[in-house]
């Protein structure tokens, strides 16, 4: 199992801005804008750790008002 590292989120949600941090092995821009969806409760949590979930992608994220998604390690 990789190593994992705390990386922080910030979003704006309809022009607020929103802010998480989050434990993960890897992260991208991908993966960013999937769990700032998450926290602003849209996309999906797995309910086991290797289950299949669907990825909301930027576009899909910004049909629901997420905008300017950017991420840096902690």
Do not use: C
Not at 7 to 12: A, N
Not at 45 to 67: F, V
């Amino acid at each position: 199992m990789a190593q994992e590292q705390h990386f922080r989120i910030d979003y704006l949600l309809n022009r607020a801005y929103k802010t998480f941090y989050i434990r993960a092995a890897l992260m991208d821009n991908a993966q960013a804008w999937h769990w700032a969806t998450v926290d602003a409760g849209i996309g999906q949590i797995p309910k086991y750790r290797n289950d299949p979930i669907p990825r909301l992608s930027k576009p899909q994220a910004e049909k629901h008002g997420i905008t300017n998604v950017e991420w840096n390690r902690a």
